[in-house]
């Protein structure tokens, strides 16, 4: 069975710092994309960043220079660094695993709010 569990949301003020981590299981975690989304009440959920399984990334422009992705193979565990945080990245965070003809996961979302 195939769980991916999300930690690490919180309420935070405006220009703080949160670290969400993912830890993924039941699944080879090195042969997985790993993503981040994120989903606004009454927005539509988006992409926030990628870090692919050799470690390249890409990061949406909103959160470009604010956020980091980064990924511990060894311990199936994928993070996302927040920093200089808005009222606006107030959303709940979904963690997404991704390889092609494998299928895609999702975890249940932990809650980043941001206060001003």
């Known amino acids: 069975q195939v769980q991916l569990v999300e930690s690490g949301g919180g309420l935070v003020q405006a220009g703080g710092s949160l670290r969400l981590s993912c830890t993924a299981s039941?699944?080879?975690?090195?042969?997985?994309?790993m993503r981040w989304y994120r989903q606004a009440p009454g927005k539509q959920r988006e992409l926030v960043s990628t870090i692919g399984s050799g470690g390249n990334t890409y990061y949406a422009d909103s959160v470009k220079g604010r956020f980091t992705s980064s990924r511990d193979n060894a311990e199936n565990t994928v993070y996302l660094q927040m920093n200089s945080l808005k009222p606006e990245d107030t959303a709940v965070y979904y963690c997404n695993a991704y390889r092609a003809l494998y299928g895609q996961y999702w975890g249940q979302g932990t809650q980043v709010t941001v206060s001003s």
């Open positions: 039941g699944i080879t975690f090195s042969g997985y994309i």
